[in-house]
């Protein structure tokens, strides 16, 4: 079992760095066209993996509260969107493409905040996975290892782009393809590392898996409302993110029916 959760939670951190790979064989920055694509479909592949992975096996493992069953997964998604706004608040970063910084004041430059923006955005991908493998392991719930793997590859399949998201412009800015590489990385280590404590936490309390996967469901959608909505959305209107986001929910709601 050690093993399984150990490839679940390096699983989506490999799709972060085969993306920022790309720095290596493309030679431009990404086109907006393209970036949006890329990010209606992680915000599809979040919101199906958040209710269909995370807030339903919630729901199903306090079925015995009868009508009340829907309390646990009511409070762990608050909690996680509360979670969120506080990083959001005090963290500091930079979207892309967006020259307004939020979060605490600091003095870092434009590229670490930048990393440091998808690092935020990957911190409940890692938590999301965590808590998968977590219930898995003490055998919560209705959690095979197939919705588990279901999970994993679907945060891997959308952080492929993720990854290239953040080493492109980066290369773009002027650093090396080497360095850019290594901070794409660097930004999809949180995943493995919030993967693991997550696993350890809940571990330790199991009767409270049902908070801990709408916790981790509330913190990727307040991800994907903050962020990936608004910047698939940005500038000239275009359906080409939509239609990315309806690509990327039914793609995760397939693996999660098929390998579930």
Same mark, same amino acid.
């Given at each position: 079992?050690?093993?399984?959760?150990?490839?679940?939670?390096?699983?989506?951190?490999?799709?972060?760095?085969?993306?920022?790979?790309c720095?290596?064989?493309?030679?431009?920055?990404?086109?907006?066209?393209?970036?949006?694509?890329?990010?209606?479909?992680?915000?599809?592949?979040?919101?199906?993996?958040?209710?269909w992975?995370?807030?339903?096996?919630?729901?199903?493992?306090?079925?015995?509260?009868?009508?009340?069953?829907?309390?646990?997964a009511?409070?762990?998604?608050?909690?996680?969107?509360?979670?969120?706004?506080?990083?959001?608040e005090?963290?500091?970063?930079?979207?892309?493409?967006?020259?307004q910084?939020?979060?605490?004041?600091?003095?870092?430059?434009?590229?670490v905040? =930048?990393?440091?923006? /998808?690092?935020?955005?990957? &911190? !409940? $991908?890692?938590m #999301?996975?965590?808590?998968?493998?977590? *219930?898995l392991?003490n055998?919560?719930g209705?959690?095979?290892?197939?919705?588990?793997?279901?999970?994993?590859?679907?945060?891997?399949?959308?952080?492929?782009?993720?990854?290239?998201i953040?080493?492109?412009?980066?290369?773009?800015?002027?650093?090396s393809?080497?360095?850019?590489?290594?901070?794409?990385?660097?930004?999809?280590?949180?995943?493995p590392?919030?993967?693991?404590?997550?696993?350890?936490?809940?571990?330790?309390?199991?009767?409270?898996?049902?908070?801990?996967?709408?916790?981790?469901?509330?913190? =990727?959608?307040?991800? /994907?409302?903050?962020?990936? &909505? !608004? $910047?698939?959305? #940005?500038g000239?209107h275009?359906?080409? *993110?939509?239609?990315?986001?309806?690509?990327?929910?039914?793609?995760?709601?397939?693996?999660?029916?098929?390998?579930?």
């Amino acid at each position: 079992m050690t093993k399984t959760i150990v490839a679940g939670l390096l699983i989506p951190f490999i799709g972060t760095s085969a993306g920022a790979a790309c720095v290596f064989f493309l030679k431009k920055d990404l086109r907006i066209s393209v970036q949006r694509a890329l990010t209606g479909f992680a915000a599809g592949v979040m919101v199906a993996a958040s209710i269909w992975s995370l807030i339903v096996p919630a729901i199903d493992q306090s079925a015995d509260k009868g009508r009340w069953a829907f309390v646990p997964a009511f409070i762990g998604f608050w909690f996680g969107i509360l979670f969120l706004l506080l990083l959001d608040e005090i963290i500091p970063h930079l979207h892309r493409n967006i020259n307004q910084t939020e979060g605490l004041e600091s003095r870092l430059t434009r590229i670490v905040m =930048m990393v440091l923006a /998808v690092t935020l955005h990957n &911190i !409940p $991908e890692g938590m #999301a996975v965590g808590v998968v493998y977590a *219930g898995l392991a003490n055998g919560s719930g209705n959690i095979t290892s197939g919705a588990a793997m279901a999970l994993a590859l679907g945060i891997a399949i959308q952080n492929f782009p993720e990854g290239a998201i953040i080493s492109m412009p980066l290369f773009a800015e002027g650093k090396s393809k080497r360095k850019s590489f290594w901070l794409g990385v660097l930004s999809g280590a949180v995943e493995p590392l919030f993967g693991a404590l997550t696993v350890i936490v809940a571990g330790l309390v199991v009767p409270a898996m049902p908070y801990f996967l709408s916790f981790a469901a509330g913190a =990727m959608l307040y991800v /994907v409302v903050e962020e990936l &909505i !608004p $910047e698939m959305s #940005a500038g000239k209107h275009s359906n080409i *993110g939509v239609v990315s986001f309806a690509i990327g929910f039914s793609l995760m709601m397939a693996l999660d029916v098929a390998l579930g």
